[in-house]
């Protein structure tokens, strides 16, 4: 089985509820934190990215000239280390009318689930990812879950998530 495949059917576990329950670490653009499952603040940002991801569909589809840089994030768990998970961000998404594809860029590598690498492309329902962004004429949109980890984060690790995503702090600090 290619390393592609298994991903995706590490995705689908995670998506099914196999391993959930457990601690993780979250990956924002190079900044990797700790998640915990039972965190209100990251479950109410994951169930808004799911409320609103037509936003995302529908800008993705018919972008305009100042709509760029999208992604999604996606829980990904380790067969092999199902008491660790880990959610990461995909580029280059596309949508097929039913999935969101991505792949995982350099800078991104997953640091705890061993079957998912750079260069993976993975697929997901739309239902079931935790998050999704993109920039609208320079200013962030989505980006739900980075904002929880941002208020959450140390003064350095939100320098560092400054630095990585581009935003401003006001930008991080927004719920919009």
């Not at 999604?72 to 961000?89: C, M, N, Q, T």
């Not at 097929?96 to 594809?101: A, E, F, K, Y």
């Not at 904002?147 to 927004?174: F, H, I, N, W």
Request: aromatic share 6%.
């Amino acid at each position: 089985m290619s390393r592609s495949a298994l991903a995706c059917i590490v995705v689908a576990m995670v998506v099914l509820g196999i391993g959930c329950g457990q601690r993780g670490t979250s990956n924002s653009g190079g900044v990797v934190m700790p998640i915990v499952d039972d965190d209100p603040q990251m479950s109410a940002a994951e169930t808004h990215a799911r409320e609103t991801v037509g936003t995302f569909l529908t800008a993705l589809k018919n972008p305009t000239p100042g709509q760029t840089g999208f992604q999604f994030k996606v829980r990904l768990v380790d067969p092999s280390k199902p008491e660790e998970g880990e959610a990461i961000w995909l580029s280059q998404p596309t949508f097929d009318g039913t999935n969101l594809h991505g792949v995982i860029l350099d800078g991104d590598q997953p640091e705890h689930v061993l079957v998912a690498h750079v260069g993976d492309h993975l697929t997901e329902i739309p239902a079931n990812i935790i998050d999704w962004s993109f920039q609208d004429g320079g200013k962030p949109r989505g980006g739900y879950t980075t904002r929880v980890m941002y208020l959450e984060a140390s003064p350095e690790e939100q320098a560092q998530l400054r630095k990585e995503t581009g935003y401003t702090d006001a930008e991080l600090r927004s719920t919009d």
